[in-house]
Structures are given as C-alpha cells and as structure tokens.
C-alpha cells in the first residue's frame, strides 16, 4: 500500500483447494488478491479450484521483502 512517502511491499501464499501453492509479492495486496480471485491475471490455471491467502506479512523494503 502507498500512502505518501510510505511504501509497503506484501509477500504472500496462496493456496487451492487441490494443494498447490503460489507465492507472490505485491505493493497493492488487496488489489492483487482480488486479481487471483477473479482471475483477472495469469497465475492459477481455471481448471484448480480458487487460490485463498494462507499467509502474508509487509515490509518496507522490497529487497527485504524478496530476500530468502
């Protein structure tokens, strides 16, 4: 989320309803969730049941946020 001068960079998991994972880092979490939900974005294949978040946590700093 951007507010001002304040930057935050989501690193988040999804998960199907068959098992797979995805994981995936954003400036706009709710706006990216919502893009995986509707799949308005290429990411989980149509055929696998609709990915829902199973964690996420912010950081100030993408290179934090991407680091292993």
């Known amino acids: ?3 001002g001068f304040h930057y935050k960079f989501w ?3 999804l998960s199907s309803g068959s ?3 995805y994981v995936g880092v954003t400036g706009f ?12 974005i ?3 294949h ?3 049941p609709m990915p829902s978040p199973v964690y996420y946590e912010s950081h100030q700093d ?3 946020a991407i680091a292993p």
Do not use: A, N, S
């Open 19 to 21: 098992g797979t994972l």
């Open 29 to 40: 979490f709710e706006r990216r969730i919502y893009q995986h939900k509707y799949d308005t």
């Open 62 to 64: 993408v290179q934090v």
């Open 1 to 3: 989320m951007r507010d």
């Open 11 to 13: 690193v988040y998991i």
């Open 46 to 48: 149509p055929e696998i």
């Open 42 to 44: 290429e990411g989980f």
